[in-house]
């Protein structure tokens, strides 16, 4: 198995806040702010679109309560800087192969031309394998246009099976660190993000996941947490509902955080960085539809349903 690109819906493998938000943050904070940021109307909110998305028939319970927060509260803060529909048409919003044994749902909204926001994207996909088994995947992202260099939100949760996980939670990068030192200490360094990726590794059934893809490599923050999660040998899948509920949710909603702050204190870039930002993020979306989508979904779905699928996602990251 193989996660290749900080940019995919399929893998390679079978309200706005207070104005006065500080522009610096700690983690004492940090730990305190999911609670204060996202108050419990945001968390339990649905979503007036995107309902088959928020059905997550295959997940667990935990998996599922996740991913409903995560989207819920995501979309809920950022509504005002989004357009009011999804772009994905209905035989998009829900796929599946002949079969009926792999199935899709995919939503997106683009951001309001007034925004930093290109679009935010969701999706599940549920897969059979070769052995009889399925994994489920749900992905979150928030993509940023070029006028802001705050980087891009990105969270995956990979039920490989009922006791093995893959987690994948980052803010990754747009500017390369070793020449934007400064790009280093407000995103990453300021933000005490390292903190949470230690918090998690704590947890004694967590173990870094190594990507066998090197450019994966190179495009995660020095940050990003990637690992897995198997509770095969010690209390099986109760331990995994409680680590996803006790450890991943509440970190995941810490990154959140962060990266909404981040976000909506952004600043607008020059028309000089604005370029150098538009040929990265174009470079990256590229790289994310050769390595995964173009040859994994048509392996999952049949090349029409992919065809369908994949015209929406092109048209979507301008590639």
Same mark, same amino acid.
């Given at each position: 198995m193989a996660m290749s690109s900080p940019l995919w819906v399929a893998p390679t493998f079978l309200s706005r806040p207070s104005s006065n938000i500080s522009r610096s943050i700690t983690y004492k904070r940090c730990r305190s702010s999911a609670s204060n940021f996202f108050s419990q109307s945001d968390m339990e909110q649905p979503l007036m679109k995107g309902q088959k998305l928020m059905e997550f028939p295959h997940l667990t319970a935990a998996h599922k309560d996740l991913m409903v927060s995560l989207i819920s509260a995501l979309e809920t803060r950022l509504d005002s800087h989004l357009l009011a529909s999804s772009v994905v048409p209905p035989d998009v919003e829900f796929y599946q192969n002949d079969q009926g044994t792999s199935q899709g749902s995919l939503h997106i909204r683009r951001g309001l031309p007034s925004s930093h926001i290109d679009f935010v994207l969701a999706s599940w996909l549920h897969l059979k394998v070769p052995t009889g088994s399925a994994m489920n995947i749900t992905n979150l992202q928030a993509y940023l246009k070029s006028s802001t260099d705050v980087p891009h939100f990105q969270f995956e949760l990979v039920q490989c099976s009922p006791t093995y996980f893959i987690l994948f939670l980052d803010i990754t990068p747009?500017?390369?660190?070793?020449?934007?030192?400064?790009?280093?200490?407000? $995103?990453?360094?300021?933000? !005490?993000?390292?903190?949470?990726? !230690?918090?998690?590794? !704590?947890?004694?059934?967590?173990?870094?996941?190594?990507?066998?893809?090197?450019? $994966?490599?190179?495009?995660?923050?020095?940050?990003?947490?990637?690992?897995?999660?198997?509770?095969?040998?010690?209390?099986? @899948?109760?331990?995994?509902?409680?680590?996803?509920?006790?450890?991943?949710?509440?970190?995941?909603?810490?990154?959140?955080?962060?990266?909404?702050?981040?976000? $909506?204190?952004?600043?607008?870039?020059?028309? @000089?960085?604005?370029?150098?930002?538009?040929?990265?993020d174009l470079l990256v979306? @590229?790289?994310?539809?050769?390595?995964d989508l173009s040859s994994s979904l048509p392996l999952q779905f049949g090349q029409e349903v992919a065809n369908r699928v994949l015209s929406v996602i092109k048209g979507v990251l301008g590639v």
């Open positions: 747009r500017k390369d660190l070793v020449l934007y030192p400064n790009y280093l200490k407000t $995103f990453y360094e300021e933000a !005490q993000l390292e903190t949470l990726r !230690q918090r998690l590794e !704590q947890v004694p059934e967590t173990k870094p996941y190594l990507s066998s893809s090197l450019y $994966f490599r190179g495009v995660v923050s020095p940050t990003g947490i990637l690992v897995s999660i198997k509770c095969e040998e010690v209390g099986g @899948t109760d331990r995994c509902e409680e680590i996803i509920r006790e450890h991943v949710s509440p970190i995941a909603h810490d990154v959140m955080v962060i990266w909404l702050e981040k976000y $909506f204190s952004g600043a607008t870039v020059g028309v @000089t960085e604005r370029a150098e930002l538009e040929k990265r979306k @590229t790289r994310a539809i050769e390595m």
